[in-house]
């Protein structure tokens, strides 16, 4: 079973889903200033160091949790449909994240569909990546972590990186992650009554905006359908009750048969995006084993 705090966020999210069928959806403003995937905004653990920065032009954050080694980084991509997102809503986990790996996080902040289609946001990120490489920070210092459509720009630049045959993080980490723009795998519809958040419109119409006019099964687009062997290794966490459940295990079991160290972790009965709800114990315990597979993963390359 949930724990408490866990089925209380389940509930408020079937509650706005409901009413989300018969109601307009507010403007892209008000989406955006109000959008808190754990159901609530959460502030920064105590502690943390929040830094305002600049790499290669796009605005991001550090944060530095109490006893954090500066010399390994968990370049964390917020999710949010690839719309919305920020520090303030994706903060607290990114510095969670970090602390349970031992490391910084550093929060950038990409540009947003629809303004900006792709390839803008996978654009930033990977200038951000580069930018920490130009300061003198080894690729096996560096992990890439991401939930939703941050854990599709994660994997996204993994890719990249890759097939330009340069140095790869030291691991990928990826939170209920939205790999096919195209919206093809089994669960969107078959777990569609079971998603508390997305309705399987919801995730075709997210795809597009971020796709634009690229085609959403293009491989750089929908990292889904790239091409895995020869990845870093991989850890993808999903729960049980949402429509892209099929993204995450889909890839994990391809990227296995390709020779990547990949392991899928299924929360049972647990919503997209479980981790960012911060007091509930599976939220916690996601984080720490997340962090520590990064933990145990850096400065092997």
Avoid: C, N
Avoid at 15 to 26: D, Q, V
Avoid at 70 to 79: C, M, S, T
Avoid at 159 to 179: K, N, Q, T, Y
Avoid at 202 to 224: K, M, N, Q, W
Wanted: aromatic content about 6%.
């Amino acid at each position: 079973m949930v724990s408490d705090a866990m089925q209380s966020v389940i509930d408020g999210f079937r509650a706005r889903k409901a009413a989300r069928a018969t109601e307009p959806p507010p403007p892209l403003d008000e989406f955006r200033a109000t959008f808190a995937p754990g159901g609530r905004v959460f502030p920064l653990p105590d502690g943390v160091q929040a830094e305002p920065v600049e790499l290669g032009g796009v605005p991001a954050t550090w944060l530095r949790p109490p006893g954090a080694s500066g010399d390994r980084v968990v370049l964390y991509v917020h999710g949010g449909g690839f719309q919305a997102g920020d520090l303030r809503s994706h903060g607290e986990l990114a510095a969670r994240l970090g602390a349970a790996a031992a490391a910084v996080a550093l929060l950038p902040e990409y540009r947003l569909a629809p303004e900006h289609t792709y390839p803008a946001a996978v654009e930033d990120v990977d200038a951000v990546w580069r930018a920490l490489r130009a300061s003198g920070a080894p690729a096996a210092s560096i992990a890439l972590a991401g939930d939703s459509a941050g854990g599709g720009l994660a994997l996204a630049l993994a890719v990249r990186l890759r097939d330009a045959g340069e140095d790869l993080p030291a691991a990928l980490l990826l939170l209920s992650p939205m790999l096919d723009m195209s919206a093809s795998g089994e669960s969107v519809v078959g777990r569609e009554e079971r998603d508390v958040i997305f309705t399987a419109d919801a995730v075709r119409a997210t795809g597009a905006a971020y796709a634009g006019d690229a085609d959403v099964r293009d491989p750089r687009v929908s990292p889904a359908f790239a091409e895995l062997a020869g990845l870093p290794p991989l850890l993808v966490q999903v729960g049980t009750e949402e429509t892209l459940f099929s993204d995450g295990a889909d890839v994990v079991e391809r990227a296995t048969a390709a020779g990547v160290d990949a392991t899928l972790e299924v929360g049972e009965g647990l919503p997209h995006a479980y981790q960012t709800v911060a007091d509930a114990p599976e939220a916690i315990a996601a984080t720490d084993r997340g962090g520590s597979f990064l933990r145990d993963r850096f400065g092997r390359g």
